[in-house]
């Protein structure tokens, strides 16, 4: 019995023997990359990690030379931020500060510089829009309209696109262009919850224009109404 134990002993090791000889090489290299790329991700949250962690720490800094109005040193912590940590939601975040600040201190064209990186290169589709819009503003208030249409035109996130509509319905109407205007305006006015201040901006917009989209709700609601009655 024991000798018949052995013999389908050595059988099953010659079968392995074989598999291995013939597949191993195979299942070598398999687990090689499976565990090389375990190891790589693992790596590289950990460097996302220390990334963020280090880009907060500057972001830091470009909101202390805000604060302080050190605009030598607000230019040199956002160039760090876009040179070090470009590629994460801080340097978008600090770009726009950046852009308010010398906005506020009446440095248009650098806070035009600041929007553009924002607008083009942030990580983060809603501060690309902020951007977008803000610099949209900055053109019409300089009265370069086209430029400002171009800018608040095409595709903008859900969240984004009622006020890039009031944008493009301002542009418009200040170009003369009334029946636009009003058809972007009634666009940000469906766009915008019922309970919105900014909806409520847009429908005087709208009455300005001759157009009071408040009657078309009503008439919707009266027929319910009568209904439920």
Do not use: C
């Not at 902020?130 to 800018?151: C, H, N, P, S, V």
């Not at 493009?168 to 201040?197: P, V």
């Amino acid at each position: 019995m024991a000798k018949h134990l052995d013999l389908e002993e050595q059988e099953q090791l010659a079968e392995l023997k074989h598999f291995w000889k013939q597949y191993g090489d195979l299942i070598t290299w398999a687990l090689i990359v499976v565990f090389g790329a375990v190891a790589a991700w693992n790596g590289y949250q950990y460097w996302q990690g220390r990334q963020a962690s280090q880009a907060t720490v500057l972001y830091d800094e470009v909101e202390r030379a805000a604060l302080s109005g050190d605009m030598a040193r607000l230019e040199r912590s956002l160039a760090d931020m876009k040179d070090r940590f470009g590629g994460t939601v801080y340097a978008g975040q600090a770009g726009l500060l950046v852009a308010k600040t010398y906005y506020d201190k009446g440095n248009i064209d650098a806070s035009r510089a600041a929007l553009t990186w924002v607008a083009d290169k942030a990580s983060d589709d809603g501060y690309q829009s902020i951007a977008r819009l803000r610099l949209a503003g900055i053109l019409f208030e300089t009265k370069a309209y086209d430029e400002a249409l171009k800018l608040a035109s095409g595709s903008f996130p859900k969240d984004f696109a009622a006020l890039a509509a009031d944008r493009r319905g301002d542009i418009l109407a200040a170009q003369g262009k009334k029946a636009e205007a009003k058809a972007e305006y009634q666009t940000a006015y469906k766009g915008f919850d019922e309970r919105s201040e900014y909806r409520r901006l847009v429908e005087v917009k709208l009455n300005a224009l001759g157009v009071d989209p408040a009657p078309a709700n009503s008439a919707v609601a009266a027929p319910n109404s009568e209904v439920k009655k």
